[in-house]
């Protein structure tokens, strides 16, 4: 469940944008920046706030990324940019864990993500807070800590597609219904998580979210 300050909504897809931060794809040796990547993830691998995440075992390297989130808060399709920030109905931080070493191979194979990214508990959620128009998407600050070390420190600012263009996009391939999610991508800085690491991100304007890792 999308938990609101008020209410509970069910989640209905979820939208993933890889290689959205400039700085992130030179860390990872990318050369995607011209393009949107979207792939999906099941509502199965949302996480809450507070819960212990697994990682699948020997399936060698897994990092943490920290990403704004959307939620979709009315249905439309083919929204046109100007339009598109009115179909959000809030916003927090998640989690877009992936399995490295899993991902470099599927890349050099042409292969799809989902064995790398759309496995068990890869999608931790933090709670929402409402949307309105007097929030800049364009400036918000996200941190990620693990063990209280900071390894993310970006702003979507630097967003490649930022969030209206994000919906436009999206929109043209799918009706986007009331509960959707769009992971938005990450800064530069992912890196590895192990067993017994905590992992903390925020944002000023969002909250504060941990998992711990066992």
């Given at each position: 469940m999308i938990r609101f300050p008020d209410r509970l909504i069910e989640p209905c897809r979820v939208f993933c944008i890889g290689c959205n931060y400039?700085?992130?794809?030179?860390?990872l040796g990318s050369t995607d920046k011209d393009r949107c990547i979207v792939f999906m993830k099941p509502g199965v691998c949302l996480?809450?706030?507070?819960?212990?995440?697994?990682?699948p075992r020997d399936r060698?390297?897994?990092?943490?990324?920290?990403?704004?989130?959307?939620?979709?808060?009315?249905?439309?399709?083919?929204?046109?940019r100007e339009n598109a920030?009115?179909?959000v109905s809030g916003i927090t931080l998640g989690l877009d864990l992936t399995l490295r070493d899993v991902q470099a191979r599927l890349k050099k194979d042409g292969h799809p993500w989902e064995?790398?990214?759309a496995f068990e508990q890869?999608?931790?959620?933090?709670?929402?807070?409402?949307?309105?128009?007097?929030?800049?998407l364009s400036d918000i600050p996200l941190t990620c800590r693990?063990?209280?070390?900071?390894?993310?420190n970006g702003n979507t600012r630097d967003m490649l597609f930022p969030v209206d263009r994000l919906i436009e996009i999206l929109s043209k391939t799918w009706l986007l219904r009331t509960g959707d999610l769009i992971f938005t991508g990450t800064p530069e800085g992912v890196g590895p998580i192990i067993k017994g690491d905590e992992i903390t991100i925020e944002s000023p304007l969002i909250g504060t979210f941990s998992w711990r890792i066992v």
């Open positions: 400039g700085k992130h794809i030179k860390e996480v809450q706030p507070g819960a212990e995440i697994r990682i060698g390297m897994a990092h943490h990324e920290v990403e704004l989130v959307v939620a979709i808060g009315r249905e439309g399709e083919n929204i046109p920030l009115d179909h064995m790398c990214k890869s999608a931790p959620l933090g709670d929402f807070i409402p949307y309105n128009s007097s929030i800049d693990v063990n209280g070390m900071i390894r993310q």
